[in-house]
């Protein structure tokens, strides 16, 4: 059976989520602002969950309409074959958002499509009263500019927890960006990567997955195991398929380096459930003495910033240290995440490439250093 399906993402990577989806084999691909809309089968909707990198979640789309009125609304959702996904004991709430509509009152959205659901699911059980005590489907909308798209959530929790973080230090980068971000900056098996900022050692645990080719869902599951909808074969062919397109005995090593105490330790549990704790070494460094001991480096890194940890003026000295130590050297490349504007000016030159991020609801520039 053939779905629509959708992919929501940060701001800034949607090309990366479609690239990604691309190779893993979805149809009809088209980016639009923090979402990513694919086609394809059961076997695309399990390796989209267990593959997918950047993207949040995967979301199957039920339908994308025009609404104006609460009755257009209630009507196109009734309309909808929900009994083909939902039994008559699961659990189905609602949830979304709107944005320049009509129908801008969300709570009010919310009761509206339940109450179609539920009709639609009385008409097809013949039953009155409906448990919810069986598997989630988190029923979720959007409505932009009056255009409303109703999707069904296959995930669960966000794909960004991969499993390996339960502890973080403060203000941590998001799995998705950190991955993102090794992507950007061209990552490969062969590459050492650095990260002298690394807090609990995000960046370094992604780029190791990243380089090694490790699907960052093959530990975890996802609600959709729960419906029937996929076969428990497909499952188990795709998680053997993560399996077999691990890159063994790569060269890819990462040096993390933090002035937090802490930090070391969490690195090592973290990468140690992620099962890349062969791959990283971490130490206990002031940034003012990075110095590299490798000949090439890729490096990578989400410093402490006045919106998250310190105040500007120590943010921006930061910059200067960077600027001083990480030096134009051939095999070298810099990436770093800012939302500071003054940030090259701190650090000294202007970056050969720059890309637009959102950390969280921080709009942030990804500054990338390899000339």
């Known amino acids: 059976m053939n779905m629509l399906m959708v992919a929501p993402c940060l701001l800034g990577v949607e090309g990366l989520v479609a690239e990604e989806l691309k190779m893993l084999g979805a149809e009809n691909v088209n980016a639009e602002n923090a979402r990513v809309f694919f086609e394809g089968d059961e076997t695309i909707l ?30 196109a959702v009734k309309s909808l074959p929900w009994s083909e996904f939902i039994g008559s004991r699961d659990t189905f709430p609602v949830k979304g958002f709107s944005l320049n509509s009509t129908l801008h009152s969300i709570p009010d959205c919310q009761k509206i499509i339940k109450k179609a659901v539920v009709e639609s699911l009385k008409e097809d059980y013949g039953i009155s009263w409906f448990e919810e005590t069986g598997p989630v489907h988190q029923i979720q909308f959007s409505i932009m500019k009056n255009e409303v798209t109703v999707m069904l959530d296959t995930s669960g929790a966000g794909l960004h927890k991969r499993g390996y973080r339960p502890v973080g230090n403060d203000a941590p980068i998001r799995e998705t960006l950190a991955a993102a971000m090794c992507r950007l900056s061209q990552l490969r098996h062969y590459h050492t990567l650095y990260d002298p900022c690394c807090g609990s050692g995000t960046i370094l645990i992604e780029g190791a997955m990243l380089a090694q080719n490790i699907a960052p869902g093959h530990n975890r599951n996802f609600d959709v195991d729960r419906w029937g909808l996929i076969p428990e074969s497909i499952w188990m062919s795709e998680r053997e398929r993560s399996r077999e397109l691990v890159k063994k005995d790569t060269d890819f090593i990462a040096f993390g380096s933090d002035i937090d105490p802490h930090s070391a330790e969490l690195v090592t549990v973290n990468a140690k459930r992620a099962g890349v704790s062969n791959k990283i070494r971490a130490s206990i460094a002031d940034i003012k003495s990075f110095n590299p001991t490798t000949e090439k480096g890729t490096l990578v890194t989400n410093p402490p910033y006045g919106e998250r ?33 003054e940030f090259e000016k701190c650090f000294g030159r202007r970056a050969d490439k720059r890309r637009k991020l959102y950390n969280g609801m921080i709009k942030c520039q990804y500054y990338m250093y390899f000339k």
């Open 46 to 75: 399990a390796r989209s969950n267990i593959w997918s990198r950047y993207a949040e979640r995967i979301q199957i789309v039920l339908d994308r309409f025009y609404a104006e009125s609460f009755e257009e609304l209630f009507q």
């Open 309 to 341: 940890m310190l105040d500007i003026k120590e943010a921006e000295a930061i910059y200067r240290i960077m600027g001083n130590k990480f030096v134009q050297k051939r095999g070298w490349s810099y990436g770093v995440i800012s939302p500071d504007e």
